[in-house]
C-alpha cells in the first residue's frame, strides 16, 4: 500500500486546525467548562466556513471506486453517471463534503485493509485540500452478522442477535471495542452500529437478526456496551433506527412502514435501548423511515418529524449528540416529497447528518437554496455543523494527522488475538433448542457426515457460501464430510440427490434460513429424517425455523452464517465446546403463533 506524505501546505492547515482544538478532549466526556471552550474553539473554525462548506459538512454521500483520485474506469463512468464528477476527491472538492460512507459489494469501496487504508488517507488529503481544511468522519455499516463491509482480512465477529444469545454484556462490549480499534486503524470513525431496535416482530423483513432480541431490558444492556466498546475504541457508535423499527413487517428500503404501538407501547417496548444508549453516551443516534401515529400524528416519517426529533429525542431523551438521517435514498423517506426536500425537512426536523442522497447535487443545492432563502437560518445550519466538528474533534481528527498508518493496519486489523476472542464469544453464542435421546454431541464413530442445505453467501465474499464452509470446519476438526448445497428453495430433483447423499453417512448436518410454511427446505429435512440417519437441524439466520419443522431430533441456531459463527457451531456439535446460548426471542408455534413453542431465554446443555 502506497501512503504518500501530505504536502506542506496541508500539513500546515492540519496543524493550524490542531492548535486551534489543542485544549479540548478526545474520547472523554469533557466538563461544562472545556466543553465551552471547546466551542468556542470549533466555532473559530465555523466562522473562517462559506454557506457552502457549511452545508458540505452535513452530507455523507456514497461514491463508487478502490481510490480516491483513480478508481478503475468501469467506477469513473458510474460516478460521473449518477454523482457528475469521476472521484471521491472531486465529489468532496465539489460540495465541501463533510464525510463519506464505505461500501462494499456494489460501490467496489472495500478490497482488503490496507485498500481501504489508503482510501481513506486519500479521502482525507482531499478533505485537506479544501478552502476550510477538515478531514472527513467517515462512516460504515459494520454491524457484524448479517450485515458487514469489512470481510477478508478483519476480524469477523457475532452479530446483534448472536450476542443476545450469548446475554454476556462484557462479550458485547469486548466485539464492539474489538470492531471499533480495526475501524480506527483504518481511519473508519463513525460506525452505524448498534441497532437498538427490539424485534418483537419474528416476521420482520429488515431488522431481524440484526436486533439483539425481543426484550428490551436485555437489548438495553446489550445496545449500552456496545456503545461503550465502540467509543472506548474511538469510534463513534450509533444507536439506530429511533423511534424503533422493530415490530414491522413492511422494509423502510421499499416502503413507508407503520408502528401501530400505543405512546404506552413505545414507552415500554422501543424506548428502553435508546434511553440506554443515550445513558452510555452514545456520541450519534439514526432515524428510522417509518410512522408513529402515537407520536407523531402528521404521518411524516421519524425521519423528517420535528415532533419525534426535536419533541421526543432531544426534548423528552434529552439527546445533543449528532442526529443522522437512515439512507435518504430509501423509498420510506421518499413517499411524499421530492428529493430536494427531503434533505430541507430533514433538517428543519432536527437531523445534522444527511445520509446517503440519492442525487447528491439536488440533495445540496435543496439546502442551499432553503437556507439563501431565509427558510434554514445560517445559525441553525452552525447548530448541526457545531455538533459534527464536536465528533471529529472528539475522535481525534481536528488534533492531529488524520492520516493511518500502514503498519498499524497490520498490527491491529484482523490480529489473532482478536480472532481468537471473536472464536470464544461466538461459542458462548450457540444456542442448542432440542437434543432429544442424547442425539449430539456427535459420538466418537460418527465421523463420516453430509453437510447440506441452503447455503447463503457470505455477506461480504460472494465466493464462498455456508454450505461448504461448514464442511470445511469438520473437516478441520477430523470429520470426513461430504457437502451439497440445496439452496433456499429446493426442487424434487435436488432433495432426492440429498436423500440419496445421505446413504452410508454417519449423520446429516442440515442447515436452513428463513424456513416458511411452504418452504421446500421444510420437504428437504422431512425426506432427511426419513432416511433413518441421524439429523443435526442448524439455522445459521432465524431461530424461528423451528418451528416449522416438526419432530426433529437436535436443532441449533447460530443467528448467522459468517465464518466464526459456522466454526463455532461445528465445534458444538463435535462436542468441543458447550452450548450456551440462549434465545433472545421467544419462538412461537407455526400452527398457532399465539402459543410460543420455545420462550425466549430457551436453551439446551449437554448436562440437560
Known sequence: MQHRSPSRRTVLASATVAAATAAGVVGGTATPAIAHRR????KKIISRMSVEAKIGQ???PYFYGTSATSPSQFDQDRNLKELGVRTVAELIAKYHIGGVIYFSGWANNILDPAQVADLTNGVQRASLALPTPVPSLISIDQEHGANVRIGSGATQLPGAMALGAGRSVSDARTAGRISGSELAALGIHQNFAPVADVNVNPANPIINVRSFGADAHEVGRMVAAQVTGYQQAGVVACAKHFPGHGDTGEDSHTGLPVITHTREEWERVDAPPFKAAIAAGVDSIMTAHLQVPALDPSNDPATLSPAILQGVLRGELGFDGVIVTDALNMRGVRTKYGDDRVPVLALKAGADQLLFPPDIDVAYNGVLAAVLGGEITEDRLDESVLRILRLKDK???LSGSPYVSPKEVDRVVGARRHRLAAA??????TTLLVNEGGALPLRRGQKKLLVVGTGPAFPT??????????AK???ELGYGTTHLATGRAPDAAKIDEAVAAAQGRDAVVVTTDNVGATSAQRTLVSRLLATGVPVVHLAVRNPYDIAHLGDIPASLASYCWTEVEL????????GLAEPRGRLPVPVQRADDPAAVLFPAGHGLSYDD
Open 58 to 60: 452535513l452530507f455523507v
Open 395 to 397: 475522535v481525534g481528527l
Open 39 to 42: 466551542d468556542d474553539r470549533l
Open 473 to 475: 470446519a469438520f473437516d
Open 461 to 470: 465474499d460472494a465466493t464462498r457460501s455456508t454450505v461448504p464452509e461448514l
Open 567 to 574: 466454526r463455532a457451531a461445528a465445534r458444538v456439535i463435535a
Open 424 to 429: 470464544r464469544i461466538a461459542e458462548r453464542t
